[in-house]
């Protein structure tokens, strides 16, 4: 293996061998699940096996010339395809990193060198929204170079997603050339959303699902990167199989815990002036993962009431479930739960975040204070 660190699907990995060494391999294969499991890395270790110089079946032997290149992410037959910035204007047939400056461009490669080194690193450049036309007719150019007998050409395209963002003509593209595949060219496209790739491009591709990380591989990850970081449990609990995610909150833990513990006593006290200080950037992103923590805490309080204990997420408010559930034994906290995810479903469809949040809050109080809080979701009045 090319990587040291990947919790490999034995199960994905196993059925993407078998494909090579039957020789079937498909021309296009489409590689979806949850954000942070390692899609990548598992095509780049596809890609890997495929090219090896040691003819393994089961998996690339990580030390050849072929597989040091691959580690470098400098291999002439492997071709990325991410999500850029259109710094600067360019033709229709320039070459893509041309719409790049300079600056950008050398995060690119630096990104590219972290991916070669740490399978769970997600590329991310500013502004990069979309996978632009350029990228893709690039693929164009490079599949008609000749390629050594014997070995593939991948090209492997990062949040495919985003090919029809804002519009379909990256994915229009992508079609014409999986409809007419060229010899021992292969195309691997990876989202963590599948339902936004367009029907005909997914009538042409092999689907491959990865399913989450178990929190106990999660735990092992977090023990290498972290040796003294102490929360790992709750961090792996926290991440929901998301290893992006796990090593945000090993970096923003205590922060994200003041938030928090701000969050629960805003609620506590009915202060709508110190919840809305929590949400006081407009980041979406940043919002919706702080209410991610609001849920698993008021999921705590669901748990407790019903003496799941060993099912809780924060140990440390263990004195604080148990106040307030003698506090509201009646109430139902997962009516709790589904206002918070409805507000989060409201501002990804751009909604206003100042007034979800403060909705959000005047309905978390009326489910709190009502006696007749069960099918009382209004939420939807204050934002349409």
Request: hydrophobic fraction near 40%.
């Amino acid at each position: 293996m090319i990587y040291n660190n990947l919790i490999l699907n034995k199960y994905v990995f196993k059925k993407l061998t078998s494909f090579h060494n039957k020789n079937h391999l498909p021309n296009a294969f489409i590689f979806h699940g949850s954000e942070g499991v390692g899609k990548e890395a598992h095509a780049l270790e596809f890609f890997a096996f495929i090219n090896c110089m040691e003819n393994n079946i089961n998996e690339a032997c990580g030390t050849c010339k072929s597989c040091n290149k691959v580690k470098k992410i400098q291999h002439e037959l492997l071709n990325l395809i991410v999500p850029l910035p259109k710094t600067k204007p360019i033709g229709k047939n320039s070459n893509p990193l041309n719409a790049l400056s300079n600056k950008e461009q050398a995060e690119l490669i630096n990104q590219f060198s972290k991916k070669g080194v740490e399978p769970y690193h997600k590329i991310v450049l500013d502004k990069a929204n979309t996978i632009i036309i350029n990228s893709i007719k690039s693929i164009k150019n490079s599949s008609s170079l000749s390629i050594p007998e014997g070995q593939v050409k991948l090209h492997l395209i990062f949040e495919a997603d985003k090919l029809c963002y804002p519009r379909q003509e990256s994915a229009n593209a992508l079609l014409k050339m999986l409809e007419e595949p060229k010899e021992n060219n292969i195309f691997i496209l990876v989202t963590s959303d599948i339902s936004k790739i367009i029907d005909t491009i997914l009538s042409r591709c092999v689907p491959i699902f990865f399913k989450d990380i178990s929190s106990n591989n999660i735990e092992e990850i977090i023990s290498k990167k972290s040796k003294r970081f102490k929360e790992k449990m709750v961090v792996a609990k926290l991440c929901q199989g998301n290893i992006h995610k796990a090593f945000d909150l090993i970096n923003s833990f205590d922060e994200k815990m003041k938030v928090l513990n701000a969050l629960i006593n805003s609620i506590k006290s009915n202060n709508i002036n110190l919840w809305n200080a929590q949400f006081n950037r407009k980041n979406k992103a940043y919002i919706c993962d702080n209410l991610d923590l609001l849920i698993f805490f008021f999921r705590d309080l669901d748990f407790i009431k019903h003496n799941n204990i060993s099912e809780i997420y924060f140990s440390r408010f263990i004195n604080l479930y148990n106040e307030y559930n003698n506090q509201n034994n009646e109430i139902n906290w997962n009516d709790c739960v589904k206002l918070i995810s409805d507000a989060q479903n409201y501002l990804f469809r751009n909604g206003y975040p100042r007034l979800i949040s403060a909705a959000l809050f005047i309905e978390i109080q009326n489910i709190i204070s009502s006696k007749n809080h069960c099918n009382n979701f209004a939420l939807n009045e204050w934002v349409a």
